[in-house]
């Protein structure tokens, strides 16, 4: 059986998180009232004319900035005409061939651009409004319609479902952390449509490519991906041919409808908006954007290995989540000098969220700055790890200061003296075999009675002198 | 002077209401009289008796307006000439008309126009053609022929209009009146519902050349809701120019030679004439790719008239048909029935300029010809502080004579597009009669020269005296 | 350039793009029509246009961009009051589909 690469490409379209619309100053509000957001302009009434959104300009430029794009110094708006019932104008006003941002390049995926261009009305069919289902007409709301979008458009450089799925998380980190969008897939100011195609390996052509439209959700785009990947290798070892189309990945029976085949293909008649004059991008708008920028998810992995000494893999996980990489920051910041990046990276990486689930850190009762001291408490020996862990369960349920919880709930570390003889005692007492093991010279048997003491002590004592002490008693 | 104010020029009877002469209450309801007699089918909507508006103590003294169907006007009928928009009243007004109520000049009534500006005739309006006052047997010119009857036949004081590719000049001069057609971008086109948006420009169509300069004064403005409009370089005053020494008139072969009529050609030769007693030099001034103008525009006007007409779709107003067998049947329907034949025509062929293959050959191929033309003009202008031409190549023609050819139409609009397409400003004067019926001079500046031309038109009209009595009900 | 008669064919092609009803006559008359305006606007393939730069804008100046403030909108009946078809709600629209 042949060997097939897939090779995919994304479209991901933003909302922008303006305060009007892209041509208008209507607000362009998600979930209210149909129709209660409109204007001359964004209902396409005659004789309205589109005026550009400068903020939606300055936010296009900071995505551009933010994946390493040229931008241009000129960018011109384009009609793209079609007919539907979504489209109040009769076309939709975008970018053609000067996008306001060029090539670029996130985490090894080239970017072909990034262009403006406004949304849609929304659609209401029939049978979601609630009316006699069959009925043969739908409901327009424009209230969506004229929201600015920035479409960023991947050069196909991925090439698997699963990569595809976390290369979009990045990019969705990094929009989250410019502020630039809400980037919620569920509300749909972040859609994403993949292009796939599948070549054999090592060959440089790329294969008979289809369109999966509008997946919302991350597990939608793998999923959709990867039922595509499928589809079409079963197509070409069956010696079939992939057909040029557009396709609509259903996620409830996993199956692959089409939308529109090759010979359906719009023709859009694009030309320059002539109510428009070409956007001029100064110097000025683009250091406007650059101060704008904060420190990016791919940056703030690179500081955390450079300046803090975090390997690799965790101080992406880390960055790859704003929120996380916040608390870790504010952590660091309220962190006793002495203690090393990296182990407070471990705490907040794997104890604190992975205790926070599904609400993130925010969301809980945990502090950064009690972290920063639980984490001194473990690390000057003053309590043991696994005590550390039971604080950070009330640090998330109730809030406080770990030294309170610490000498209120008695978890300081035993040492030595009569508690941790008596213990040690104790298991010898409870686990014969196992101390006429160890006597034998038989040192793995010391698991079961380091078991013992550690149950007895609340997990307190320190694992190290636990051993030590019962080799003694053991004479071995 | 008279009793009647309807008898006087819109600079006049402004003046008088503002030293307080003159009621302007009581002018307005004397024009509500005078719109009444209109037998020409030139209006398409009359405000109500008794219900002057507002008086307003702005420049334009309170002298009532006649305004093109086509600007939006807020809960009067706009409909653009077209059944598709037949009864439609939009919910907001278009800024040139607030701007010009603003400053004193109340809607009167609005004016019927060839279907979405598209004719040089009136006769492609949906609700019947609009008579020429001189000959009732002839067009007036179009598109924005409703107004220029209204001034002509003393219906309306003054009016607006639109020019796209002559929409202005052309009636003017089949009329006996004065058109201006103003820099690009100097009138904000917010609100006008539009034919071919990088041409189209509102302008004024007065009795002389000083209402023109008065209401063009308090029509420019930038814009905010329109993204291409720049306002204007100065501000415009009252010309009062009586000689033209020391002006250099560019005559272009192109635009004066062949395809002029005789009878046109003589008044022209007559005014040019006129304009050397004057003081003017007369310089021979080529165009050499004006002849290729035409092309170019009715190829780009109907490219931007296809998409601009989109939005009529029989969803958010307008005109449905629906034969009940899914949307795209529905705009198919309501798009032919609500659309005449001219507009149906420019549809398809400004689609098929824009469709896939053929953008480069003939939209993109349009737009570098309008550079050359653009050339054409700036080395022009660097000869001459004018350029003359007939404003149009005939009289008004009969009704019915150029509608069985759609391209004999168009040939009308010779003189006037290279204009349009160059962006500049130009004004058609009227400059004698041929045929018993009046003829145009057209008199174009560079860019926001504004100004310059007022001032040459006002100096030829004082020594034209052009009689437009002969068209006054 | 192309000189040529357009054919009923890409005239249909046309007036579906459009979104036009056209019915046989006025495919016939439309597609006479059509040629012979083309053939006069073809004229402009005479001239050399080499290095000519295309104009979109005569009087050009860079677009002016607009501050995102907020201003008023339609009423939900402002914005219906003009619709053919109405639920007081939403436009309606006979179904894409159908």
């Known amino acids: ?476 | 002077m008279s009793n009647d104010p309807t008898a006087l020029t819109a600079a006049s009877s402004a003046a008088l209401v503002k030293s307080g002469e003159l009621d302007a209450s009581d002018l307005f309801e004397a024009w509500l009289g005078r719109a009444e007699l209109d037998t020409f089918g030139a209006l398409s909507w009359i405000a109500q008796a008794g219900e002057s508006p507002e008086q307003v103590d702005g420049p334009l003294g309170g002298v009532p307006l006649a305004v093109k169907d086509l600007f939006c006007t807020e809960g009067v009928p706009s409909q653009s000439g077209s059944k598709i928009l037949e009864g439609y009243k939009p919910p907001y007004t278009a800024s040139v008309v607030e701007a010009l109520a603003k400053s004193g000049a109340p809607l009167l009534c609005k004016t019927h126009q060839d279907e979405f500006a598209m004719g040089s005739s009136n006769e492609n309006c949906a609700f019947g053609p609009v008579l020429n006052p001189w000959d009732k047997s002839r067009v007036p010119g179009g598109s924005s022929g409703g107004s220029a009857v209204a001034v002509a036949a003393g219906l309306a004081p003054w009016a607006l209009g639109t020019d796209t590719g002559g929409s202005i000049r052309q009636p003017a001069a089949l009329c006996g009146i004065v058109g201006l057609k103003p820099t690009y971008g100097s009138v904000s086109r917010y609100g006008m519902i539009a034919f071919a948006s990088s041409l189209d420009q509102a302008g004024p169509l007065t009795q002389d050349v000083t209402d023109a300069a008065l209401l063009f004064s308090q029509m420019i403005a930038r814009d905010p809701r329109d993204a291409t409009s720049v306002g204007h370089q100065e501000s415009i005053h009252l010309p009062d120019r009586r000689d033209l020494t020391g002006v250099r008139l560019g005559v272009p072969e192109e635009l004066s030679g062949d395809g002029i009529e005789p009878g046109v050609r003589a008044t022209f030769e007559e005014t040019l004439e006129r304009a050397r007693e004057l003081g003017a030099e007369v310089v021979p001034c080529p165009l050499p790719h004006a002849p290729h103008a035409l092309s170019a525009y009715y190829l780009i006007a109907p490219a931007e008239c296809s998409s601009n007409l989109a939005r009529f779709d029989g969803v958010r107003y307008g005109q449905r048909v629906d034969p009940g067998d899914g949307l795209d049947a529905m705009y198919s329907a309501t798009r032919a029935a609500g659309f005449g034949p001219e507009v149906r025509r420019r549809i398809m062929l400004g689609t098929y300029a824009l469709s896939s293959g053929y953008y480069d050959a003939y939209y993109g191929r349009a737009q570098r010809v309008r550079t050359l033309i653009q050339r054409d003009f700036d080395e022009a202008f660097a000869n001459c502080d004018a350029i003359v031409t007939p404003t149009s190549s005939s009289v008004a023609f009969p009704l019915g004579s150029r509608t069985a050819d759609p391209l004999s139409m168009y040939l009308s609009d010779f003189c006037t597009v290279p204009m349009s397409l160059a962006g500049i400003p130009a004004i058609s004067i009227p400059n004698g009669m041929s045929e018993g019926l009046p003829t145009g001079f057209q008199i174009a500046g560079p860019a926001f020269a504004e100004n310059s031309i007022l001032g040459i038109a006002h100096a030829l009209e004082s020594s034209i005296q052009f009689d437009r009595s002969g068209a006054r009900v | 350039m192309i000189a040529k008669m357009l054919d009923r064919s890409e005239v249909i092609h046309i007036a579906r793009l459009a979104r036009l009803n056209l019915d046989e006559g006025e495919i016939e008359r439309t597609a006479i029509e059509l040629s012979g305006i083309l053939d006069h606007v073809e004229r402009i393939s005479e001239l050399d246009l080499e290095g000519v730069e295309p104009t979109a804008h005569a009087v050009a100046t860079r677009g002016e961009l607009r501050p995102d403030i907020q201003g008023a909108s339609l009423s939900r009946d402002q914005a219906l009051a003009e619709a053919p078809v109405t639920d007081g709600v939403g436009f309606i629209v006979p179904s894409p589909g159908a």
């Open chain 1, 1 to 476: 059986m042949t060997d097939w690469e897939a090779v995919i490409g994304l479209e991901i379209h933003v909302q922008l998180a303006t305060q009007t619309k892209m041509f208008c100053s209507c607000s362009p509000v998600f979930g209210d009232d149909p129709n209660t957001h409109t204007c001359p302009v964004c209902l396409g009434l005659p004789g309205a004319l589109p005026v550009a959104n400068a903020q939606a300009v300055h936010l296009g430029l900071m995505i551009g900035l933010a994946l390493g794009c040229s931008l241009a110094s000129q960018s011109v708006f384009h009609r793209k005409n079609y007919f539907y019932a979504d489209s109040p104008k009769g076309y939709q006003i975008s970018q053609f061939d000067q996008p306001l941002c060029g090539p670029g390049n996130l985490a090894g995926v080239r970017i072909h651009r990034v262009h403006l261009e406004d949304d849609a009305a929304k659609l209401i069919h029939a049978s979601e409004s609630g009316r006699i289902a069959g009925a043969d007409s739908s409901t327009v709301d424009f209230n969506r319609a004229g929201t600015p979008l920035a479409e960023i458009v991947t050069e196909p450089d991925l090439h698997s479902a699963a990569q595809a799925r976390e290369w979009l998380a990045l990019l969705r980190t990094t929009l989250r952390t410019l502020g630039v969008s809400d980037v919620s897939m569920d509300e749909g100011s972040l859609r994403c449509d993949a292009n796939i195609s599948l070549r054999r390996v090592g060959d440089q052509t790329l294969g008979t490519k289809t369109e999966l439209k509008n997946m919302n959700s991350f597990r939608f785009v793998e999923r959709g991906i990867e039922a595509e990947i499928i589809r079409q290798r079963e197509l070409l070892d069956s010696g079939q041919t992939v057909t040029q189309e557009t396709l609509h990945f259903d996620p409830r029976s996993g199956s692959l409808t089409t939308l529109r085949s090759k010979e359906e293909a719009h023709d859009y008649r694009y030309f320059p908006e002539p109510d428009l004059l070409p956007v001029e991008v100064t110097e000025a708008m683009i250091a406007s954007a650059r101060d704008a920028l904060p420190e990016l998810p791919i940056e703030r992995a690179a500081r955390y290995v450079s300046e803090l000494q975090i390997d690799d893999v965790l101080a992406e996980r880390l960055a790859g989540d704003a929120e996380l990489a916040e608390f870790f920051d504010a952590v660091v910041e309220a962190a006793d000098k002495s203690i090393e990046a990296r182990v407070l990276a471990t705490w907040v990486s794997d104890d604190a969220a992975g205790r926070a689930g599904d609400d993130g850190l925010l969301a809980s009762k945990l502090e950064p700055a009690a972290l920063a001291e639980l984490v001194a408490l473990v690390d000057d020996g003053s309590i043991t790890t696994a005590a550390g862990r039971t604080v950070l369960d009330q640090l998330f349920e109730v809030g406080g200061s770990p030294a309170a919880i610490v000498s209120d709930q008695g978890l300081g570390k035993v040492d030595g003296g009569d508690e941790l003889e008596a213990a040690v005692d104790a298991a010898i007492a409870a686990e014969p075999e196992a101390a006429e093991k160890v006597r034998a010279g038989e040192q793995k048997a010391l698991g079961p009675l380091v078991g013992v003491v550690m149950k007895h002590t609340s997990g307190r004592a320190d694992g190290g002198e636990v051993r030590k002490l019962l080799l003694e008693r053991l004479g071995s």
